[in-house]
């Protein structure tokens, strides 16, 4: 079994990316797999110190900017890349 992405849960591609779930600067350690689109969609969304509070990709999901992004890529290739606006 292909390993998925921790944001979108899709197969990940040729290129992944580890995030780090509560940021470097904030002390965090633990990373996971994330598509490159998926973590520029993360990090334009959320700064450190919010992704620090969350400590868990789980509750971003919810939030409707990314709830909108996670819906539209869930149909697209593993190795589908575009902007992040």
Not at 17 to 42: A, L, Q, W, Y
Request: charged letters at 30%.
């Amino acid at each position: 079994m292909s390993e998925t992405c921790a944001l979108c849960e899709r197969p990940l591609g040729r290129r992944v990316e580890r995030h780090h779930v509560v940021p470097k600067s904030k002390g965090g350690r633990d990373v996971v797999p994330v598509h490159p689109i998926c973590h520029r969609k993360i990090h334009k969304l959320f700064s450190n110190a919010e992704l620090a509070a969350f400590a868990s990709l789980e509750p971003i999901k919810d939030f409707p900017e990314m709830a909108r992004f996670i819906r539209w890529l869930a149909r697209k290739p593993p190795d589908f890349h575009a902007p992040t606006r």
